[in-house]
């Protein structure tokens, strides 16, 4: 018995070090994620982002008419998001333009398709942070995995048909998709990006589901790039740097650089440096009660 003590108390320890690292990569990347986005503002009126704006859309029309419909702003997020290689961000762009049409048909997801996601009251967004940008709150430990009904189902074989992917991988696909889709609507004027509080609070291995976090990044990298502004990560068991080690390779330098770990007894402090108390969601001591996604 002793000698398991021991080896639990080390494998605790061990954890604990890693949610340090994380912590201090984390301060880091807070730190040089605001410098990048000062440097982002001055990018905006730059003659050589217009002149690779306007190479890179003469060049994606004439493989996908659509392309004349897409504004400046969407093709500057994918050439940011290739560090404004415009082969690269027209190879992004056209693969998007085609999923898009492919996977909503119809423009959106439609909630009677992720009714059984949507029970989980697992994504809400309320308030805005300093810079004017929305601020939506996940809940890990309200993720029920493989969680699907049969519109998700016949929706996700063709998506993975697509993608040539396992079935399993993207069973969260569609929730996710939504959930994106709800935020961007609700982009204030003038702003592009929002701030994500990924609130792990009561996970545990049985919400745990590689799956759906990997494709909450595939969707996010792929299809929506440049859109978040920081994810902020709350109320983390030691056992989530598990789950966090195996998804860790699947995250893009430029959306590493934007995760920050808070500790625990640092969370309203690390928040009110970017949210005001009065855009604060009031469980984590602002004055905004939060709202789920569906009735945004």
């Given at each position: 018995?002793?000698?398991?003590?021991?080896?639990?108390?080390?494998?605790?320890?061990?954890?604990?070090?890693?949610?340090?690292?994380?912590?201090?990569?984390?301060?880091?990347?807070?730190?040089?994620?605001?410098?990048?986005?000062?440097?982002?503002?001055?990018?905006?009126?730059?003659?050589?982002?217009?002149?690779?704006?306007?190479?890179?859309?003469?060049?994606?029309?004439?493989?996908?008419?659509?392309?004349?419909?897409?504004?400046?702003?969407?093709?500057?997020?994918?050439?940011?998001?290739?560090?404004?290689?415009?082969?690269?961000?027209?190879?992004?762009?056209?693969?998007?333009?085609?999923?898009?049409?492919?996977?909503?048909?119809?423009?959106?997801?439609?909630?009677?398709?992720?009714?059984?996601?949507?029970?989980?009251?697992?994504?809400?967004?309320?308030?805005?942070?300093?810079?004017?940008?929305?601020?939506?709150?996940?809940?890990?430990?309200?993720?029920?995995?493989?969680?699907?009904?049969?519109?998700?189902?016949?929706?996700?074989?063709?998506?993975?048909?697509?993608?040539?992917?396992?079935?399993?991988?993207?069973?969260?696909?569609?929730?996710?998709?939504y959930?994106?889709?709800?935020?961007?609507?609700?982009m204030?004027?003038?702003?592009?990006?929002?701030?994500?509080?990924?609130?792990?609070?009561?996970?545990?291995?049985?919400?745990?589901?590689?799956?759906?976090?990997?494709?909450?990044?595939?969707?996010?990298?792929?299809?929506?790039?440049?859109?978040?502004?920081?994810?902020?990560?709350?109320?983390?068991?030691?056992?989530?740097?598990?789950?966090?080690?195996?998804?860790?390779?699947?995250?893009?330098?430029?959306t590493?650089?934007?995760?920050?770990?808070?500790?625990?007894?640092?969370?309203?402090?690390?928040?009110?440096?970017?949210?005001?108390?009065?855009?604060?969601?009031?469980?984590?001591?602002?004055?905004?009660?939060?709202?789920?996604?569906?009735?945004?």
């Amino acid at each position: 018995m002793d000698k398991e003590k021991r080896l639990k108390q080390t494998q605790e320890e061990e954890e604990e070090m890693e949610f340090k690292d994380c912590e201090n990569h984390g301060q880091q990347a807070q730190q040089q994620q605001e410098e990048e986005e000062e440097e982002e503002k001055i990018e905006i009126g730059d003659e050589i982002i217009r002149s690779k704006i306007g190479i890179m859309r003469a060049l994606a029309e004439r493989d996908d008419p659509s392309v004349k419909e897409v504004d400046d702003f969407v093709i500057r997020r994918f050439l940011r998001a290739r560090d404004l290689d415009i082969e690269k961000a027209n190879t992004m762009l056209l693969k998007y333009l085609s999923w898009r049409r492919t996977f909503l048909p119809k423009g959106f997801v439609s909630e009677s398709e992720i009714s059984n996601q949507l029970a989980d009251n697992k994504l809400c967004m309320q308030g805005v942070d300093k810079q004017g940008r929305p601020i939506v709150v996940a809940f890990g430990g309200r993720h029920k995995p493989t969680k699907g009904n049969l519109e998700e189902v016949k929706r996700m074989v063709m998506l993975l048909f697509l993608l040539h992917f396992s079935i399993h991988f993207f069973w969260n696909f569609c929730f996710v998709v939504y959930g994106l889709e709800k935020i961007c609507a609700r982009m204030p004027r003038g702003q592009e990006k929002f701030v994500a509080i990924g609130d792990l609070e009561g996970w545990g291995y049985s919400n745990s589901d590689i799956r759906a976090y990997v494709a909450s990044l595939s969707i996010l990298q792929d299809c929506y790039p440049e859109r978040l502004a920081k994810l902020f990560i709350v109320h983390v068991p030691y056992i989530f740097m598990t789950a966090w080690k195996v998804v860790y390779p699947f995250i893009d330098s430029r959306t590493k650089k934007k995760i920050i770990f808070v500790e625990n007894k640092k969370l309203k402090s690390t928040l009110l440096n970017d949210i005001d108390e009065s855009q604060l969601a009031d469980i984590y001591g602002g004055k905004l009660p939060l709202v789920p996604i569906e009735n945004c």
